[in-house]
């Protein structure tokens, strides 16, 4: 305190403190008075020469905080408080000194009125006197900042008292924390108060170990924990914890401290554990799969639709996996043994198994049903599935997008069979059409109306199916981003393998008609059948074709256009390749049976036996009637075609038995049965010189050419019956009659009635030849049989 005083009072601790009489060297000036110069402070070249000192109290360069912490430093605290009581007395007695001063020297200034003389002396006295009145000010200004920063210091100290008060709250606190914890730690208490309780006070435990008190309050609180570390464990192997729970119960040993390798297994089983009781549950709705060596049984009918399948396995499969991912990274990020490879290998085998789930509930799907359905089944999983990949990129990205690719395909493969089916059933239905028996007085459906309903049928039914076959590329689904769907579904799946397989399959299916009961000798449709074919495969090679591709490309753009198509011409070739092959096998159907009964009424009669005709043979006339149905039903469907020019007279053409028609009349005495040699000499002359007749050449698509097609095989086949047979005289006139009969009515039919003049022509000279007897009837006889008949 003495000290402290000493320091506080310096040279102004006394108003005659620092007075001197100290004269300038020489020059006879007189300093200020000591108050005074306290007061208004030193000169400013002593300023300059003193050194500065921040702790002086009453220097110039007086600094409170150097002053405070000086103080602060050497003095306790109990100096400090007496110091600031003594300033406030002195502060108070300097205040009533200074009261008294101004009474004393205002009595002094009335009384100095009195003379002048007296007021010359005491204005010295006064001078002093203000002297020392304004040391006294400087004093009590002086004091007035030490009481000042005295009262910071006091606050200051205050300040340091709460703090030890807080210090002791907390160690308070400390003590208390064993109890704490071991009333939220209990079993049904608090854990998660337990762990925060025991985060805040760990620190400063393991900081003041070294202390005994506080080494005792850690130990048990250790031992607390690690109880609650042993119910957590225990309870971390509770099969019926949810995701939240197990992941808050990982989160509580990890703030343990306990080995995060082993929670990341833990956690990993518990969640494998879950997650394969979810797949289980999604398996029991699926039949057991069929064993390969067991006989194929059709499984029953699942017991919900695809859709109902799909969110159960998405809202509780991938549903907790995503939200067991997303805990996985949150409880071990930066973590030593716990990384994203043991997550991606635990996600990636448990996703396959769920692929495959999916995968044997898609093939369950057997029919077409509800595609509608389907897409969006699909497109809730492709969804679901990329939530899933933001989170864990290598969970069956892959494999994901390749399952619904399949199930795309496989739909439009069934597509595909549904097509190829009701073409079947719609030809099955023209066949039932054809073959149906007709009341009298009553018509059925004709070729062209049979045919219309058909390719009606058959391209809406296309149509529909690309309509539906659409929505695995509508822009609101998800999938359909996938480059599979801009590229290769486009062109491979539906343009390839449904539009261009079903039309290549119908020109297959309808050229087997033709090619299949060929090699069996029978044939297997009935010849309506394969015109209608043969015109539907040419209408097809004509628009039909190329307006299914165009339909197809503008539904189905594709982006990538380096993959192969097949060609609208190459398609069209197809078509045209199976209407030709049906057009020439109905003509050789019909013309087979026209000429298989030519063919039974030569084997069937007695030639050389017969007597002298009168009429004309039936069969003859049930060929022409034949023809003619052939040419109206030919004509229902083909054009007429271009026929040669035809000479006036062909309808009274004379048919010899001997020659040609166009052998000179005069010449026809000459050749008699005596010599016969002349005759097969002229015959086989006049063939040099004559067209070669193609019997099986390719049919054109009209009328005239199917005509003369199946009259050249039935005359063909009479021909060669004929030259197996022996004739007398009245068999050779029989033929003869038969033979103008012919021609009379087969020449309008044909393209060139040469032609059926001269297969009729080798009929009557193979006849001759074959005659014992060749003597002929007179053409006037035969023209009024062939008119009368």
């Known amino acids: 305190m003495a000290e402290e005083e000493a320091v506080g009072s310096g040279s102004g601790g006394s108003p005659e403190a620092g007075t001197g009489t100290s004269t300038g060297t020489g020059s006879g000036w007189r300093r200020p008075h000591g108050p005074l ?24 360069n007086f600094d409170p905080e150097v002053y405070l912490t000086k103080v602060r430093s050497e003095c306790p605290l109990g100096q400090l408080l007496a110091r600031e009581a003594a300033l406030g007395r002195e502060i108070r007695a300097l205040d009533s000194d200074m009261q008294t001063l101004l009474y004393e020297n205002y009595n002094k200034f009335i009384s100095a009125t009195d003379t002048i003389r007296k ?26 900042a030490r009481v000042s920063a005295a009262l910071q210091e006091g606050h200051r100290r205050g300040a340091q008292l709460a703090g030890v008060q807080a210090l002791l709250r907390k160690l308070q606190s400390l003590v208390e924390v064993p109890g704490r914890l071991r009333r939220w730690a209990a079993p049904g208490g608090d854990p998660g108060r337990a762990l925060r309780c025991y985060g805040r006070a760990r620190a400063v435990l393991r900081h003041y170990r070294h202390l005994p008190s506080f080494r005792a309050i850690e130990d048990e609180s250790q031992h607390i924990m690690a109880d609650l570390a042993r119910r957590l464990r225990a309870r971390l192997r509770d099969d019926t914890l949810d995701p939240k729970e197990l992941t808050e119960c990982v989160e509580m040993l990890l703030q343990l401290e306990e080995p995060p390798e082993e929670l990341c297994q833990e956690f990993l089983c518990h969640a494998g554990a879950r997650l394969e009781a979810e797949l289980a549950a999604l398996e029991t709705e699926l039949p057991p799969p069929a064993e390969p060596s067991g006989a194929a049984a059709t499984p029953p009918p699942p017991a919900s639709d695809i859709l109902d399948f799909v969110d159960r396995g998405s809202s509780s499969f991938v549903g907790t996996l995503c939200l067991l991912a997303s805990s996985y990274r949150s409880l071990f990020a930066g973590r030593p043994g716990a990384g994203d490879e043991r997550l991606a290998a635990f996600s990636c085998a448990l996703t396959a198994r769920y692929f495959q789930l999916l995968e044997r509930r898609l093939a369950l799907e057997r029919g077409l049903g509800d595609t509608s359905l389907l897409v969006r089944a699909l497109d809730r999983f492709h969804r679901r599935l990329r939530a899933l990949l933001e989170l864990l990129p290598g969970a069956g990205a892959e494999a994901g997008a390749a399952l619904v690719a399949r199930a795309a395909r496989e739909r439009v493969e069934r597509y595909l069979r549904a097509l190829q089916t009701f073409f079947m059933g719609c030809l099955g239905d023209v066949r039932q059409a054809l073959a149906a028996p007709r009341p009298p007085g009553k018509e059925g459906p004709g070729l062209p109306d049979l045919l219309a309903t058909l390719a009606s049928s058959v391209l809406g039914q296309l149509k529909a199916v690309l309509a539906y076959v659409q929505l695995f590329t509508a822009r609101d689904v998800a999938f359909a981003s996938l480059p599979y769907f801009k590229g290769e579904f486009c062109v491979e799946a539906v343009r390839e393998g449904l539009v261009v397989s079903f039309v290549r399959w119908l020109c297959r299916t309808a050229r087997g008609f033709a090619d299949g009961p060929t090699e069996r000798g029978a044939p297997a449709a009935p010849p309506a059948l394969l015109l209608l074919l043969a015109r539907l495969c040419l209408d097809y090679e004509a628009t039909t074709i190329s307006y299914i591709l165009t339909l197809t490309d503008e539904q189905f753009p594709p982006q990538d256009t380096g993959l192969v198509v097949t060609p609208g011409p190459s398609l069209c070739a197809e078509a045209r390749g199976a209407a030709q092959r049906l057009l020439d096998h109905y003509v050789q159907v019909q013309g087979a049976a026209v000429a298989q009964m030519l063919r039974k009424s030569v084997e069937t009669r007695d030639w050389l036996g017969t007597v002298e005709p009168r009429n004309v043979r039936a069969v003859m006339k049930r060929v022409v009637e034949d023809i ?42 000459s050749y008699t049965p005596s010599a016969p040699m002349d005759t097969h000499l002229l015959s086989n002359i006049q063939k040099l010189f004559s067209e070669r007749i193609d019997i099986f050449s390719p049919v054109e698509f009209n009328k005239v050419s199917v005509l003369t097609g199946i009259i050249k095989i039935s005359l063909k086949t009479l021909l060669e019956c004929v030259r197996l047979r022996t004739l007398g005289r009245f068999g050779l006139q029989q033929v003869q009659v038969d033979g103008h009969y012919l021609q009379l009515y087969l020449w309008r039919f044909a393209a060139d009635e040469r032609v059926v003049q001269g297969l009729l022509d080798e009929v009557a000279a193979s006849a001759t030849h074959r005659c014992l007897d060749p003597v002929p009837m007179e053409h006037s006889v035969v023209e009024l049989i062939c008119e009368r008949g």
């Open 628 to 669: 003619t149905a052939i040419d109206l039903q030919v004509g229902q469907l083909l054009e007429e075609g271009v026929r040669r020019a035809q000479s006036s007279d062909s309808s009274r053409r004379a048919f010899s038995v001997y020659s040609s028609s166009r052998a000179p009349a005069r010449y026809a005495p």
């Open 37 to 60: 110069q306290r007061y208004y402070g030193p000169s400013a070249a002593e300023a300059a020469e003193a050194a500065p000192d921040p702790a002086d109290i009453n220097g110039p």
């Open 119 to 144: 007021m010359k002396v005491d204005f010295r006295r006064m001078e002093a006197e203000m002297d020392d009145l304004a040391a006294n000010m400087a004093a009590i200004s002086t004091s007035s």
